[in-house]
């Protein structure tokens, strides 16, 4: 198969999937120990964590009222989640602030529009049978950074994925490995520039194109502490 082909193959069983799949916000106890349950068993198989009593896996983050714990539902089951915080302010401080404050404060300080995306896990069933699965998780944030108009996402890996995310993103290393804190291993901050990289991104992604009104009902409709975040962040956009 030339590369065309496997491009549009690949492109074409992602928008498959994208058919079956919904992304809420975790609003419920429930919702949101369906997905600690999952981060838990997702980061005790990979050994990024020590298995913990509870089955659960979570900090004070996930509480913030600029968080979003975003889960991914294929066919109506949990698949996958990842967390977004957004924040343009020191106000509000993201996770990549308790490891690599000096290199995100300044971006606040100067009033950057940040997306810190992390706690990015699979259901293993998920990941076997869906190989596209980083892709359909990691949607989200390219609707966040859309709709927030954010200048950056930022987001920690394990040091031997830079490569990767450099290949599939065009990320740009923003802080060399480091401890991150109650994760095992170094981890690299990365970071991605919304506005040069969108257009490209599109093209090269076309599934991450959306549309408003689903940016609104991820974002604005699914959230009772949006006008904290608002505030938090400076920014009156709700398109």
């Known amino acids: 198969m030339d590369l065309a082909r496997e491009r549009t193959s690949f492109i074409d069983r992602v928008m498959r999937i994208l058919e079956r799949t919904e992304y809420r916000r975790a609003e419920s106890e429930q919702d949101k120990a369906a997905i600690f349950?999952?981060?838990?068993?997702?980061?005790?198989?990979?050994?990024?964590?020590?298995?913990?009593?509870?089955?659960?896996?979570?900090?004070?983050?996930?509480?913030?009222?600029?968080?979003?714990?975003?889960?991914?539902f294929i066919d109506g089951e949990l698949a996958s989640s990842i967390r977004l915080h957004v924040s343009a302010s020191l106000n509000l401080p993201l996770p990549a602030t308790a490891v690599y404050s000096d290199v995100v404060a300044p971006h606040l300080r100067a009033g950057h529009c940040l997306i810190d995306a992390s706690r990015h896990v699979n259901r293993s069933e998920f990941s076997r049978e869906f190989p596209e699965m980083p892709y359909i998780t990691m949607r989200s944030g390219f609707l966040a950074e859309q709709y927030f108009d954010a200048d950056y996402?930022?987001?920690?890996?394990?040091?031997?994925?830079?490569?990767?995310f450099r290949r599939m993103f065009s990320v740009v290393g923003w802080a060399p490995p480091r401890e991150y804190s109650q994760l095992d291993g170094q981890w690299a901050l990365m970071a991605y520039a919304c506005?040069?990289?969108?257009a490209k991104t599109h093209q090269r992604y076309p599934f991450y194109v959306s549309s408003s009104a689903e940016r609104r009902a991820l974002f604005w409709n699914s959230s009772n502490s949006f006008e904290d975040a608002q505030r938090a962040i400076?920014?009156?956009?709700v398109g």
């Open 153 to 164: 996402i930022t987001g920690a890996c394990r040091a031997e994925n830079q490569g990767a």
């Open 195 to 198: 506005r040069e990289l969108r």
């Open 37 to 72: 349950g999952m981060r838990h068993e997702a980061y005790t198989r990979n050994g990024t964590i020590e298995a913990r009593p509870s089955g659960m896996f979570h900090d004070l983050f996930d509480e913030t009222p600029n968080a979003w714990l975003i889960g991914a």
């Open 234 to 237: 400076r920014r009156e956009k």
